[in-house]
């Protein structure tokens, strides 16, 4: 699972959100195989963060059904598109 991040500094907090609500239907979060990629100009962007004692890396890029995603593409209409339907979908939980 690869997460679109504006800002790091929400993301762990985010996460760890997301892992209680998991844990709620008797689901877990497999952190290994999760990529966090920024699509803000960070400068001083780490190589991870770590989330619920576990390691979440963070990527320059990462691939979705055969295709690459960087973070240059930020403005990308269908990166937009879908960072405003999650932010929507996060705000009604």
Request: charged residues 20%.
């Amino acid at each position: 699972m690869a997460v679109l991040a504006e800002l790091l500094d929400r993301e762990v907090p985010a996460l760890t959100r997301f892992a209680d609500a998991a844990a709620t239907l008797s689901l877990q979060i497999n952190w290994k195989k999760m990529v966090i990629q920024s699509i803000g100009d960070f400068e001083d962007c780490p190589h991870s963060i770590g989330v619920q004692s576990e390691t979440v890396r963070c990527v320059d890029q990462f691939t979705c059904f055969g295709s690459v995603i960087r973070g240059s593409m930020k403005s990308e209409p269908g990166i937009g598109i879908r960072t405003a339907t999650t932010m929507n979908a996060a705000q009604q939980c």
